[in-house]
């Protein structure tokens, strides 16, 4: 062991041996209880930045403590390689997107070593790789033989910068999630999948989630969208026709002044003779911010009331949600309201709050903006005067009587679309022939291979159209010549199922048949155990893998319904005030930190600067306090190194013999196991558990022994705070470990317990209170009985004179903690 503490020195020597040994290779014991520890897989952009470094710090503790404490540990990882930044980067610089893909993960993957994090990467897998991307289209096949895969026109999310469509999901306050550009509404031929299907089992699957984020839960409902309401016609005047319109606010049915229709509405081109008007508002068809109508000329009738209303077709109108068509209540709407200003069209109020009407206040005259919370019904007929509650329910059966609507049930979310109009993503394993139509590609015949003799111009769509040889094929019913798909599949397919790959070794191999063994490992391992990730893939990436789980399930190949039994979000890493961007000129690199410092610093910063879940504010302080703990620690190892070969390790630590000084000392070093402990398992808050650890070295620090049986309770002492440590700063902890006489590998040792006698504290300080009022502190033995604390209590001078001739009436023990004495 050297004097000094060289952290890049140390960091190496144990990485190499963690990999020459296979420390971390994971094989399946039947005997033995699993955990399944997963971190959400990197796209392989070219570099770790410190939200990676956290992300993978935290599964790292989780996974090192749970090995430690005797689980059967899979911690993989791998690449989440297909996508457009690829792609761009071939149009850029001319290097195929391959060759830049598998670059970049060979530099991330040094990158990831270098952090010392026990990943099998044996199980490493690439989305990219054919014998992966070939259960893609496997899935794909499988969703069409059971009706959930189909192709139709429609108008879909295109970004004209990314030249490609967009998922719902991907479309973030009218923006392409990923290029931040306004996004368009174009019709093209798409595939979809029809994750609609799974609407009510994604909902209800909701409540399962038990070791979730409420808040994550709370936007997948609310990304779902269950909503109750009813569709009703509204007979278009002069005309033998019916809008029917959908609404969950059926209880201002009295108060709609205009109907509006989408663009795309199939009444549209016959309502409206102005065509060229019509073809410029389809062009802004779905555009967030700009709520643009045109006037039809014609008019629908209210079947409640009778009244005709004025029909507009409006760009804001979906046709994708509901029947494509609304009332306009702009009274209790406020984008009807926007839309009623902007065209000058009436606003009638028929809900009132009912607070504001027992003060007999009504607000019918002036309106300034909408009312979009329920009350008491007004100018509203026979429902005049009844809770919107009550109304809503009332109004639906009449409408339902009069057999002129129905109560129905929708969901705010759409079928994925998952065509996209790029090179690099899985080939969607369709063709097309004259004679036989659409047939899909046999499963005997996949994977349907990327070409690679294609070029990239960033121009007309997907260079796939370009490459004769992926195009033409043999039709696979009639032989005769055939076209392939040239649009490929969104990449969050890839990430759908990948933690089922990872279940299994690395390589091509025959998945389902591995999955359909007796003694599958999928059903070894699944569920995920602990997954870890960022919030912001709340409605993508864990919406789509809970369906595709769901339909695994449902077409037998697993039999649980959910993928992911515990999910950690962790928090943004924070610095100037703003999250870490190139773009924002404050990205920290997470290699210059571990040039300078060390990994176990970068690490051990990352975890104790905030807890998982909370945003970590960079601190230039904190990272060189952390290096200054370790060095400390370090400094301490050394300075004790020959007191710590004793010959009696298996000293009786009650021993009698032992000073109190040395008792201080094992005492403290119980509660931090304690804490240590208790602080991981409690939803690991790792900031406190490392904090506990820091208290503990500052009595290492202090502590001088006088004998054999004091230099015993050293070396307890500093072999369970490099256990403990272990975690969180792996290196150093395994070159200490050795330095005090230890054979390697510290991670294969168990996790200290703790002596709960030895835990408590000799005596704890007691709160005294009269009459709810701090009056005096007392230390008192740790544990006597309540009796006996009353009686310190009693006994205290301060609260003897303060309490004086008045008579105690009750005295409430608060065990541990406080004692309040009431006497008025």
């Known amino acids: 062991m050297e004097e000094k503490y060289i952290p890049q020195k140390v960091e190496v020597k144990w990485q190499k041996y963690w990999s020459e040994k296979d420390l971390y290779r994971t094989i399946q014991y039947p005997s033995k209880k699993k955990f399944y520890c997963l971190e959400m897989f990197p796209y392989p952009s070219g570099e770790i930045h410190m939200g990676h470094a956290r992300n993978y710090a935290i599964g790292d503790v989780v996974a090192r403590y749970k090995r430690m404490c005797g689980f059967n540990v899979l911690h993989p990882m791998g690449w989440d390689a ?30 990831l070593n270098r952090m010392g994090l026990s990943y099998d990467w044996k199980r490493e897998i690439t989305t990219c790789s054919p014998d992966y991307y070939k259960w893609n289209q496997w899935f794909f096949l499988k969703m069409l033989e059971k009706g959930l895969a189909y192709r139709k026109r429609s108008f879909v999310n295109w970004c004209p910068s990314c030249t490609t469509v967009l998922a719902n999901e991907q479309v973030v306050d009218g923006k392409c999630w990923r290029c931040e550009n306004l996004i368009e509404q174009k019709e093209l031929e798409q595939w979809f999948l029809k994750i609609t299907d799974y609407a009510d089992d994604l909902l209800r699957g909701c409540d399962e989630l038990k070791g979730w984020p409420e808040r994550v839960i709370a936007m997948q409902k609310n990304w779902i969208g269950r909503s109750e309401g009813i569709e009703v016609d509204f007979r278009i005047d002069g005309l033998n026709e019916d809008i029917r319109i959908f609404t969950t606010r059926q209880d201002t049915l009295f108060g709609a002044t205009f109907v509006c229709i989408a663009p795309v509405h199939p009444l549209t081109e016959r309502l409206i003779s102005d065509k060229m008007a019509l073809e410029e508002l389809k062009a ?27 029909i507009y077709v409006a760009n804001f109108v979906l046709m994708e949600y509901g029947t494509g068509a609304i009332m306009s209540v702009p009274a209790h709407d406020q984008r009807d309201f926007d839309f009623a200003q902007q065209y000058n069209l009436p606003v009638k109020v028929v809900i009132v709050p009912e607070q504001q009407l027992l003060l007999g206040r009504s607000n019918k005259d002036v309106v300034t903006e909408a009312y979009e919370g329920e009350g008491i019904l007004m100018d509203s007929g026979q429902f005049s005067g009844l809770r919107s509650d009550i109304a809503k329910e009332r109004i639906a059966r009449f409408i339902e009587d009069k057999g002129i609507g129905k109560k129905v049930i929708n969901f705010r979310f759409r079928d994925w679309g998952i065509s996209r ?25 996949l994977p349907v291979i990327l070409p690679e003799d294609v070029r990239f111009t960033g121009k007309d769509g997907s260079p796939l159209n370009e490459s004769e ?46 999955i359909r063994t007796p003694n599958s490992e999928l059903k070894y391992w699944m569920p995920v155990d602990q997954y870890i990730g960022g919030v912001e893939h709340a409605v993508l990436h864990l919406l789509y893998s ?9 077409i037998g190949l697993v039999d649980l319904n959910e993928p992911f039994q515990n999910l950690l979000t962790q928090g943004m890493v ?49 990272v060189e306090g952390a290096y200054r703990f370790l060095k400390r620690l370090w400094g301490i190892v050394y300075k004790n190194r020959n007191m710590l070969y004793v010959k009696d390790k298996e000293f009786l630590l009650s021993s009698s013999r032992i000073t109190d000084q040395a008792l201080r000392l094992l005492r403290k070093t119980h509660q931090t196991i304690k804490r240590v402990t208790t602080d991981i398992e409690r939803e690991f808050h790792f900031n406190t558990a490392i904090s506990a650890l820091m208290e503990l070295v500052n009595e290492l620090a202090s502590y001088e022994p006088y004998d054999e049986d ?15 440590l272990s975690p969180f700063a792996p290196h150093i902890a395994e070159e200490l470990w050795e330095a005090v006489g230890n054979k390697p590998s510290i991670f294969e040792q168990r996790w200290p317990e703790w002596d709960e006698d030895m835990a408590k504290e000799e005596k704890i300080e007691l709160v005294i209170q009269v009459d709810g009022k701090l009056r005096s502190r007392v230390l008192i033995p740790h544990g006597i009985s309540d009796e006996e604390v009353k009686e310190i209590a009693l006994n205290d001078e301060k609260i003897k004179n303060f309490i004086g001739n008045k008579t105690t009436k009750k005295v409430i023990v608060v065990k541990g903690r406080l004692i309040n004495i009431v006497v008025s």
């Open 469 to 514: 040889k992926f195009l033409s094929t043999a039709c696979p019913l009639c032989g005769d010549m055939a076209r392939r798909e040239t649009d490929t599949m969104d990449t969050f397919v890839d990430s759908s199922w990948y933690f089922i790959r990872y279940c299994f070794k690395k390589g091509d191999i025959d998945l389902i048949s591995e």
């Open 710 to 724: 004091g230099k015993a309770v050293l070396r307890f002492a500093i072999e369970k705070t490099l256990l403990l």
């Open 284 to 310: 802004r068809y779905g555009k967030m911010g700009e709520k643009i109508g045109i006037f039809t000329g014609c008019y629908a009738i209210n079947p409640l009331n009778g009244e005709k209303i004025p």
């Open 82 to 111: 297909f996508g457009l930044p690829a792609e761009n980067a071939a149009i850029k610089h001319g290097v195929h997107p391959a060759e830049w893909t598998y670059r970049n993960i060979n530099y991330m993957k040094a990158q």
């Open 421 to 445: 109009q790029r090179y690099w993503g899985t080939p969607i394993p369709i063709v097309y022939c004259k004679k036989c139509g659409m047939v899909p590609v046999p499963e005997k015949d």
């Open 546 to 554: 809970r369906f595709f789980f769901k339909f695994m399930r449902d």
């Open 574 to 622: 924070i610095k100037d005030g703003a999250k870490m961007s190139k773009s924002k000129g404050n990205v920290v690199d997470p290699n210059h930190l571990i040039e300078k410092y060390g990994a176990d610093t970068l690490r051990l910063f990352s975890l104790f600067a905030a807890p998982p879940e909370k945003d970590l504010e960079w601190s230039d302080q904190g």
